[in-house]
């Protein structure tokens, strides 16, 4: 079963940075699209950036200029270097991955437990 784990969550001042990294493991052929998503409590989740091989990375209205999403593929990790934080950045932040196990199977998506990102002073 693919697995993916992020890491780098925590407590930030208004104006700092986190960087989050999200690895997948376990049976890969390839991975198509991977993403950061975040939610909020009371909101729905919500795409924060969304990384495709060989295309301009997307990102919410909300952090661009701020976070950038990077991706290495050798080693199946995808990192959210976020700057500038704002409380209204405060979220759990999910990793999600389409992975393909073997040539001969679909994409399917994968889903990260989850970092907690807490913006306050």
């Known amino acids: 079963q693919v697995q993916l784990e992020e890491s780098g969550g925590g407590l930030v001042q208004p104006g700092g940075s986190l960087r989050l990294s999200c690895a997948a493991s376990g049976p890969i052929f390839s991975i198509n699209d991977m993403a950061w998503y975040r939610q909020a409590p009371g909101k729905t989740r919500e795409l924060v950036a969304h990384?495709?091989?060989?295309?301009?990375?997307n990102y919410a209205d909300s952090v661009k200029g701020r976070f950038i999403a990077s991706r290495d593929n050798a080693k199946n990790t995808v990192y959210l270097q976020m700057n500038s934080l704002k409380p209204e950045d405060t979220a759990l932040y999910y990793c999600?991955?389409?992975?393909?196990?073997?040539?001969?199977?679909?994409?399917?998506?994968?889903w990260g437990q989850g970092t907690q990102v807490t913006v306050s002073s």
């Open positions: 999600y991955a389409s992975v393909r196990a073997s040539p001969h199977d679909k994409n399917v998506p994968f």
């Open positions: 990384i495709l091989s060989n295309e301009p990375t």
